[in-house]
């Protein structure tokens, strides 16, 4: 079962529904059931990872989370299921080093590298970052089932980073992205050219919210 929301913030209480309740990401529901290696990148307070852990409570599962005092609620969240996680304090990024972050206290959900009118003001932070192309040759990864991308505007850099064996590693993609900006807008059909020659079926699924945000859900069928 999972976790109470009860001591949630407001914002953390409606993604805590959309995710438990509303099962925004239903759509990857049998890939799920099924998976042995998830990574959840934009990890947040986890509950991602623990809706994945209570229908598959087997699978090895990556958590990656930039900003510590998210990191922390996370670990606390999810330790029941610690030996199936491995914890990551960073963000995947294009490259590996450092960067500045803008932290967002109020809706931490919308914390992120990218400014946009979803986070145009908060507190700056250094992060630690690792380009995906690194983590798996040093985690010796060659198969992963899901990789869940929710990076509020980062998802560019990151996709267009990855190598041809990193993209061949991902059986299935599902990816929030962002199309707030004229930048990311212009970005995304050589983002859908990209996924099209590794994914071979893209489902785009819009929000709820705003239409310039959409969840994708990539994969090759079997």
Not at 17 to 46: C, M, Q, S, V, W
Not at 54 to 77: G, V
Not at 82 to 101: D, E, L, V
Not at 131 to 159: A, C, H, P, R, T
Request: aromatic share 12%.
């Amino acid at each position: 079962m999972p976790a109470s929301s009860a001591q949630l913030g407001k914002y953390e209480q409606a993604l805590y529904y959309e995710i438990f309740i509303k099962e925004e990401y239903r759509i990857a529901k049998p890939t799920i059931k099924n998976a042995k290696t998830i990574f959840d990148i934009g990890g947040h307070l986890g509950f991602f990872s623990e809706r994945c852990l209570s229908l598959n409570p087997h699978l090895q599962l990556h958590y990656f989370e930039p900003f510590d005092t998210l990191f922390q609620q996370a670990k606390i969240r999810l330790q029941d299921f610690a030996p199936q996680i491995t914890f990551n304090p960073f963000a995947i990024a294009s490259s590996t080093g450092t960067a500045t972050f803008t932290f967002n206290a109020s809706k931490t959900m919308q914390s992120s590298k990218t400014p946009s009118f979803l986070n145009p003001a908060g507190i700056p932070q250094q992060v630690h970052t690792q380009s995906l192309n690194q983590y798996i040759k040093e985690q010796k990864i060659w198969s992963i089932d899901l990789v869940k991308l929710d990076i509020e505007g980062m998802e560019f850099e990151v996709l267009f980073a990855l190598e041809p064996a990193t993209r061949s590693s991902i059986k299935t993609l599902l990816c929030e992205v962002h199309l707030l900006t004229k930048s990311e807008a212009a970005q995304f059909p050589h983002l859908q050219s990209l996924l099209s020659t590794h994914f071979a079926q893209i489902t785009r699924l819009p929000s709820p919210y705003s239409s310039k945000i959409n969840l994708c859900f990539c994969q090759n069928p079997a």
